[in-house]
């Protein structure tokens, strides 16, 4: 059983960043895929971004290229979101989630959907004001 938490959500005007982290435990945490999701009210959850388990590739919803940036820390079990320039649009509760078997898959298909993943943190909440 893999455990996950988000932290680091809040309020925010609009243009500003926030950092949020997700520690997951398990001593194959090198091993998993991390994706993070959000989901406003009354929509569906969607994919936001991801990171392979060695970290050395990442992948972005159109929406979040070049303001969000997705990273990990496997000595830490963490992965973080850097979000920039945010937008009232990004107002949402973010989760993140562990894929425990992407080691052997690359590519974006492998990580953009939430039937993909195994394990969900109880997410956080992010409020972008304008």
């Known amino acids: 059983q893999v455990q996950v938490l988000e932290s680091g959500g809040g309020l925010v005007q609009a243009g500003g960043s926030l950092r949020l982290s997700c520690a997951a435990s398990g001593r194959t945490f090198s091993r998993y895929g991390m994706g993070w999701f959000r989901q406003a009210p009354g929509k569906e959850r969607e994919f936001v971004a991801a990171?392979?388990?060695?970290?050395?590739?990442?992948y972005y919803t159109d929406s979040v290229k070049g303001r969000f940036t997705i990273s990990r820390d496997n000595a830490k079990n963490t992965v973080y979101l850097q979000m920039s320039s945010l937008r009232p649009e990004d107002t949402a509760v973010y989760y993140c989630?562990?894929?425990?078997?992407?080691?052997?898959?690359?590519?974006?298909?492998?990580?953009?959907?939430?039937?993909?993943?195994?394990?969900w943190g109880q997410g956080t909440q992010v409020t972008v004001s304008s």
């Open positions: 989630a562990a894929q425990t078997g992407s080691y052997f898959c690359s590519g974006y298909a492998c990580y953009d959907a939430a039937f993909k993943y195994d394990y």
């Open positions: 990171i392979n388990w060695s970290g050395g590739s990442t």
